[in-house]
């Protein structure tokens, strides 16, 4: 034993000592560059140092680096639309950079500690299938480059070990409520500006999407169609998304201030206001099945605490109502919404259109498909593959049917049983917890990943999606080790 603990003494002492060292040479390198690039004013290489400081950063200090990911990809498309608008590529990839970090620090804490890097989630294998499935798509013969296959790989599993991650990051109940009242907290701002957004021209300099027109930018009647601090309305939409079932699961549980709560009350018509500002039906839509889904789950599951459960959720939903049925910038911002839903007839076909596409496109994209990356709208420019979407036929939008087209009948069938695979495991965790807290959370991040499973939200193309998909799956482990944590101690947290 005892020359067990030297050998590894001295095999964690060598790596910090090169780690010490490395670090010393990256950043006496990146001083020179830095040099160079201030002298040449070659503003490329300062954001190639950045990002190398950035990386650097992320490395020493991963869980705060964890929490910076988010905030870069919930405001990261403020820099790219108004501060660097000719960068926005270069900082479309600075999350990428921040988690890339975040993996290599964890990975490397696990492995010199000899602990498991991945944690058991009962769909491990189906997800090493359809990691090797998609790295043999990278190399179909259709695809017109072999970097447009990477860029899939990326799209498809590059945020997937956050799913095993989150659970080292939320080690409790009080970190997963810290972290969900923060993200409420720092809402307002985004909201905020979405009103301003709203009520101003669409030549106004804060309306914008990366590299646009003023042509381009979507109205809602005589309203712009608003994007916050995102590239563009479908991000923002996701985040809204989000942000109500934080505010639906943190008006369920108990522990919260009164003032808090008061909060919530404003928060929740604020965000209902701004989904109806993007114009967008969809996530309307989800927002309000969702709210009376949790409802009425939290209600049966909670035998004997169900009024304490739900009135808070319940008084502020009527406080909405009443405050957007009353105030101007309610009134307006529903007339709106509504005059364009009301206008739109083609709900039904779009939805017949999503859940007919991949038959559509079976004939063309057979067991394997056109590969990987294939159907990505940011390779049409670069990569040519113009010819190609010629050829899968174009007319394609619907995520079901891009990813038959992309990964062919096999990589269709595991793409979309790992998500039923989530979103039951979910269901079961649910019924198992006897924490209300836990419980509450489980069934909200269930509701939430539902629709990806069934098609109708895009989790693959979608960035901003993509993400918050895989980290609050990574809530599966985190709510089962808490779970049994405190069964095992004995522990209970006050007040819950």
């Known amino acids: 034993m ?49 990002f190398a400081l950035l990386f650097i950063f992320a490395v020493r200090f991963w869980r705060v680096s964890f929490f910076l990911a988010i905030v870069w990809l919930i405001t990261g498309g403020a820099l790219r639309k108004w501060v660097f608008p000719g960068y926005e590529k270069v900082f479309f990839f600075a999350p990428y950079i921040i988690l890339s970090a975040v993996y290599l620090r964890f990975i ?35 695809l017109p480059e072999f970097v447009v296959g990477i860029i899939g790989l990326v799209i498809y599993f590059y945020f997937v070990p956050l799913l095993f991650i989150t659970r080292y990051i939320f080690k409790d109940r009080q970190s997963i409520l810290r972290f969900f009242k923060a993200f409420a907290v720092s809402a307002v701002p985004l909201l905020l500006l ?50 109500i079932m934080v505010i639906a699961y943190l008006l369920t549980i ?66 909405g109502i009443v405050l957007i049925s009353s105030t101007f910038i309610g009134k307006e911002s529903y007339s709106s919404f509504s005059e364009r839903a009301s206008e739109s007839s083609d709900i039904i076909p779009r939805i017949i259109l999503t859940y007919t596409a991949p038959f559509r496109f079976f004939d063309k994209a057979g067991i394997v498909g056109f590969g990987i990356g294939s159907t990505y709208q940011g390779v049409q420019e670069q990569f040519g593959v113009g010819s190609m979407w010629r050829k899968m036929g174009i007319g394609f939008e619907e995520e079901p049917g891009r990813i038959m087209l992309e990964l062919g009948l096999i990589g269709f069938i595991m793409a979309y049983y790992i998500r039923f695979a989530i979103v039951r495991r979910f269901w079961i965790l649910s019924k198992k917890t006897n924490r209300i807290d836990l419980k509450n959370l489980a069934i909200a991040v269930f509701i939430f990943l ?29 709510i089962s080790d808490i779970d049994k944590n405190e069964t095992t101690t004995g522990y209970n947290l006050s007040p819950r």
């Not at 539902?450 to 985190?478: E, K």
């Open 194 to 243: 979405s009103i301003m957004q709203y009520f101003s021209p669409p030549d106004s300099p804060i309306n914008t999407y990366v590299r646009t027109t003023e042509s381009s930018i979507a109205t809602a009647g005589q309203f712009v169609r608003v994007t916050s601090t995102f590239s563009y309305i479908s991000g923002y939409t996701q985040y809204l998304e989000v942000l």
């Open 108 to 142: 490397g804490q696990r492995v010199i500690s000899e602990k498991t890097i991945i944690g058991h989630t009962g769909i491990n294998l189906i997800i090493s299938f359809f990691l090797l499935w998609g790295v043999f798509e990278a190399f179909n013969p259709n």
């Open 2 to 50: 005892s020359t067990i603990n030297f050998k590894n003494n001295v095999v964690n002492h060598v790596v910090r000592l090169s780690s010490r060292y490395l670090i010393f040479f990256i950043i006496a390198g990146i001083a020179y560059y830095l040099s160079k690039a201030i002298l040449s004013e070659n503003y490329t290489h300062i954001f190639v140092v950045a």
């Open 450 to 478: 539902f629709p990806f499973f069934i098609g109708i939200n895009v989790l693959a193309f979608n960035q901003i999606a993509n993400f918050f998909y895989w980290f609050f799956s990574g809530f599966l482990l985190a």
């Open 254 to 319: 108990k522990g919260l201030s009164k003032r808090f709560v008061l909060f919530l009350y404003g928060l929740l018509p604020f965000t209902l206001v701004s989904l109806f500002m993007t114009g967008s039906r969809g996530p309307v839509a989800f927002s309000i099945i969702f709210i009376l889904v949790y409802l009425t789950l939290v209600f049966t599951r909670n035998q004997g605490r169900r009024k304490r459960n739900v009135m808070h959720l319940i008084s502020a939903l009527l406080v």
